[in-house]
């Protein structure tokens, strides 16, 4: 693991981002604006699956129109954070904030492809229930701690 | 005036409060993070609402039903986002006040602030008859285009500001 790092540390991206005077600044905002977007959709879903808003709609039809825009989102968060990551990658590779932050977010991603996804199909029949209050708990829990992490990987 | 507003600033970033902020290990980075974290409730769900209204989410869902649903939420982020906002500026108001990016946010925050005012007294007042249609009216549509562009904006300018 540690020689990615080290080939990313090498990388012309972060060359660049060590260089260019607004590189960083710019990136930074744009992982902030998919942060915006992905944060917002990932509420709605998990609120639902808790039962408390959109109560007549169906889960399942909830994250489907919404499961593009959360896929482009997660995919500009992951390209921007790959670059501002490349800027100092050796720091973040020995960094326990951001090691929280890469292991947090791995769980999140498996929990919202496996039980999550399997708890947004049970619900599409019934109410919200124990099963998908959990799931949507569990889930807002994970990518709220994606979150703190990132943001404490810039303070520790 | 603007000698009236820096000494305002000066006064607030030499208050005890201020300063507290400002020298404390913690304070100002947590309030921070409250900050950032309450985009996803302000930013997050406004932009929800604009991108039904512009035909790429939700499409078979009514807009009042998302307008609705999402309004509670945007208002929480709004008081949270105001009230942590205006500690950070408490904490560095002699700075900000001369910040190029700051001026700029609170700019864009006016005018995002008179997009729903226009919204809600023009084209939301007959939402009924095009609540359900895939595409909302280019009145709505406009509307959602200025609220994403401006939001896009002050978090940009908002993140900048530690970069002047």
């Known amino acids: ?156 | 005036m603007s000698h009236f507003i820096q000494h305002i600033c000066q006064l607030l970033y030499d208050s005890q409060f201020g300063t507290y902020i400002r020298e404390s290990d913690y304070a100002f980075s947590i309030i921070e993070s409250i900050h950032v974290l309450a985009i996803t409730l302000l930013v997050g769900t406004i932009a929800l609402l604009d991108l039904r209204m512009l035909g790429v989410v939700l499409r078979g869902v009514s807009v009042t039903r998302i307008a609705r649903t999402v309004f509670p939420l945007t208002w929480s982020g709004f008081a949270i986002m105001f009230v942590s906002g205006f500690l950070l500026f408490w904490a560095e108001a002699a700075k900000n006040y001369g910040n190029p990016a700051f001026r700029i946010k609170l700019v864009l925050l006016l005018l995002v602030g008179l997009n729903p005012l226009i919204f809600h007294t023009t084209i939301y007042q007959r939402v009924h008859e095009w609540e359900l249609l895939e595409l909302s009216p280019w009145r709505a549509r406009a509307a959602a285009i200025a609220s994403l562009s401006l939001w896009s904006g002050i978090i940009v300018a908002g993140r900048m500001i530690a970069y002047f």
């Open chain 1, 1 to 156: 693991m540690l020689s990615w790092f080290v080939a990313l540390s090498h990388s012309w991206l972060s060359q660049y981002m060590q260089q260019s005077r607004w590189g960083f600044a710019v990136v930074e905002a744009v992982h902030l604006l998919g942060l915006a977007v992905l944060g917002g959709v990932v509420l709605i879903v998990d609120l639902r699956l808790l039962g408390l808003i959109l109560k007549t709609e169906s889960a399942r039809n909830i994250a489907h129109g919404l499961s593009r825009t959360l896929l482009a989102s997660l995919a500009i968060m992951l390209l921007t954070g790959i670059a501002l990551t490349s800027e100092e990658a050796l720091k973040c590779y020995h960094s326990p904030a951001f090691r929280w932050k890469m292991l947090l977010l791995a769980a999140a991603l498996l929990f919202y492809f496996t039980f999550h996804r399997a708890a947004l199909l049970r619900t599409d029949k019934y109410q919200a229930n124990l099963w998908s209050r959990l799931a949507g708990a569990v889930s807002l829990t994970l990518w709220l701690g994606v979150g703190v992490a990132g943001r404490a990987i810039g303070l520790l």
